[in-house]
T-cell receptor, first 114, second 113 residues
């Protein structure tokens, strides 16, 4: 059974803390994505990666960075967490070339920044 | 800029009826469109993909249409069941490429007994 896992389901951090969100996929997918989901705004792409050590900015990269040192792992980093980064964070992966290009999502991490 | 609109109001229907959800887009010529289901507290799950040269796609009780002239996709669930209650998201391939998707905000469907 294909799987995308995220390190935490719930996380509470304080303003100014450095936060790491980890995502691991076991499907040997080239593409990996980080989204945040907020009520009324839907899923918004933060960063994505199509290969190890490669990354590209999505629609809302400000305040975030990413790391992809291994194919199966994609990390999202909040250098200095702020309250407006309280959100649901979703990781996804997909094949580089696929008939459907469907994305497989993890269960999400609900991050609260106090 | 690209814009995708889904009805933000929840859709309540009776069990056994057909549910129809709408996805409209502007400033966009997508090569394909996808539909996902999302349950509360979970990540979206892929349901169907339809390409620009396809008018209709079916999978069991699901049917998707794609009208590139109207810039609209309709998502139908026939013989709906309470277990179909969820939020349904449409997504279009992003003009930036790289297998990126742009998602709509989703429509919540509630199927009542």
């Amino acid at each position: 059974d294909v799987k995308v896992t995220q390190s935490s389901r719930y996380l509470v951090k304080r303003t100014g803390e450095k936060v790491f969100l980890e995502c691991v996929q076991d499907m040997d997918h080239e593409n990996m994505f980080w989204y945040r989901q907020d009520p009324g705004l839907g899923l918004r792409l933060i960063y994505f990666s199509y290969d190890v050590k490669m990354k590209e900015k999505g629609d809302i990269p400000e305040g975030y960075s990413v790391s992809r040192e291994k194919k199966e792992r994609f990390s999202l980093i909040l250098e200095s967490a702020s309250t407006n980064q309280t959100s649901m964070y979703l990781c996804a992966s997909s094949l580089l070339q696929a008939p459907s290009n469907e994305q497989f999502f993890g269960p999400g991490t609900r991050l609260t920044v106090l | 800029s690209q814009k995708i609109e889904q009805n933000s109001e929840a859709l309540n229907i009776q069990e056994g009826k057909t549910a129809t959800l709408t996805c409209n887009y502007t400033n966009y010529s997508p090569a394909y469109l996808q539909w996902y289901r999302q349950d509360p507290g979970r990540g979206p799950v892929f349901l169907l993909l339809i390409r620009e040269n396809e008018k209709e796609k079916r999978k069991e009780r699901l049917k998707v249409t794609f009208d590139t002239t109207l810039k609209q996709s309709l998502f139908h669930i026939t013989a709906s069941q309470p277990a179909d209650s969820a939020t349904y998201l449409c997504a279009l391939d992003n003009t930036g490429g790289g297998n990126k998707l742009t998602f709509g905000t989703g429509t919540q469907l509630k199927v009542e007994l």
